[in-house]
């Protein structure tokens, strides 16, 4: 297979002419283009050295409140510690008598005053059976 024969081609000295300032003004364009992007990432260079130095004002600023809000934290931590602690204690703390008597010897004392069988057993840690027969034996009548 051969390819069919091109007719020469011809180029008048206008046609080359327009040619030439062509090729010359997509030249200047490129030149013109290329230029103003290198000055543009320049000045972006320039202004991206600029903030740094205002960085290190604002970083230092920023240590400064992190280590505040840090002793804060530190000083809420203690008190929600603290309140946990008070809400962990015992409400209704026993009489320094009760808390030396022996179990049923409470529950003795408990019972003379009027208290329950279910009662007694849960303030004095004895069994349901015993404070049935405490409450029994020394309940007022």
Known sequence: MTLP??????I????LLVAV??????????????SR???NKGQQQAVRME???G???EVSMLKAQVAALSARLEIIER????????LAAPKFAAPKEEAALSPYAQATQLARQGASASELSERCG?????????????HSP
């Open 5 to 10: 024969e091109l007719p020469p081609i011809s």
């Open 79 to 86: 008190e929600l510690a603290d309140q946990s602690a008070r």
């Open 126 to 138: 004895i069994s349901r059976g015993e404070a049935e027969l405490i409450v029994a034996l020394h």
């Open 51 to 53: 903030p740094q130095v």
């Open 55 to 57: 960085n290190e004002a």
């Open 12 to 15: 008048n000295a206008e046609e």
């Open 37 to 39: 992007y290198r000055r």
């Open 21 to 34: 300032v062509l090729a010359t003004v997509i030249y200047l364009l490129e030149w013109l283009l290329f």
